[in-house]
T-cell receptor, first 112, second 115 residues
Framework: SQQGEEDPQALSIQEGENATMNCSYK?????LQWYRQNSGRGLVHLIL?????REKHSGRLRVTLDTSKKSSSLLITASRAADTASYFC????????????FGKGTLLTVNP | DGGITQSPKYLFRKEGQNVTLSCEQN?????MYWYRQDPGQGLRLIYY???????QKGDIAEGYSVSREKKESFPLTVTSAQKNPTAFYLC??????????????FGEGSRLTVL
């Protein structure tokens, strides 16, 4: 069953704008991870945030985690056309640290 | 370069035929995984292997089989028992110790179409 659910399903913005994607999950987690997938390609890991962390930065990426609300957000600042991709959140938890459960993803389109 | 190689990239199969997807990694990772991706459904775990000669079913293992005879290789067989095999299949690996502190490294995928 799907653990994470991303919102919105699709997002279209102009280059230079910020993009915010949200993820909600249902059960307790060890960590939450964000991945990126270009069309027809494999996924690439972006950032991992542990359950005891509230915010993490990596370059133009900022991830927050609110375990009380079981939600996370991914912010991409100063977006570029090359950021166009699908973005997935995934959670580790539920008794197995080998099972990463993915949401359905947000399709981000950055228009030049 | 280190990475995960999946082959073939595209595969067509007739109904009733078994097909095997190859996954090879040279990252020296202990754990390997197979995911299936359908449009609008995200990724679903088929099988995973924490170590050589051992593997566990994921959420949608029915109609699939795997083997892990070598650390580098984790082939997936889609059998004729899989009722809707047309999908994009992704292989991944992770270092020793699981995903508590580490992430998945993915191959480029194999797209299977049943005619």
């Amino acid at each position: 069953s799907q653990q994470g659910e991303e919102d919105p399903q699709a997002l279209s913005i102009q280059e230079g704008e910020n993009a915010t994607m949200n993820c909600s999950y249902k059960t307790s987690i060890n960590n939450l991870q964000w991945y990126r997938q270009n069309s027809g390609r494999g996924l690439v890991h972006l950032i991992l945030i542990r359950s005891n962390e509230r915010e993490k930065h990596s370059g133009r990426l900022r991830v927050t985690l609110d375990t009380s609300k079981k939600s996370s957000s991914l912010l991409i600042t100063a977006s570029r056309a090359a950021d166009t991709a699908s973005y997935f959140c995934a959670t580790v938890g539920g008794g197995s640290n080998y099972k990463l459960t993915f949401g359905k993803g947000t399709l981000l389109t950055v228009n030049p | 370069d280190g990475g995960i190689t999946q082959s073939p990239k595209y595969l067509f199969r007739k109904e009733g035929q078994n097909v095997t997807l190859s996954c090879e990694q040279n990252l020296n990772h202990d754990a390997m995984y197979w995911y299936r991706q359908d449009p609008g459904q995200g990724l679903r775990l088929i099988y995973y292997s924490q170590i050589v000669n051992d593997f566990q079913k994921g959420d949608i293992a029915e109609g699939y089989s795997v083997s892990r005879e070598k650390k580098e290789s984790f082939p997936l067989t889609v059998t004729s028992a899989q009722k809707n095999p047309t999908a994009f299949y992704l292989c991944a690996s992770s270092p020793q110790g699981g995903l508590d502190t580490g992430e998945l490294f993915f191959g480029e995928g194999s797209r299977l179409t049943v005619l």
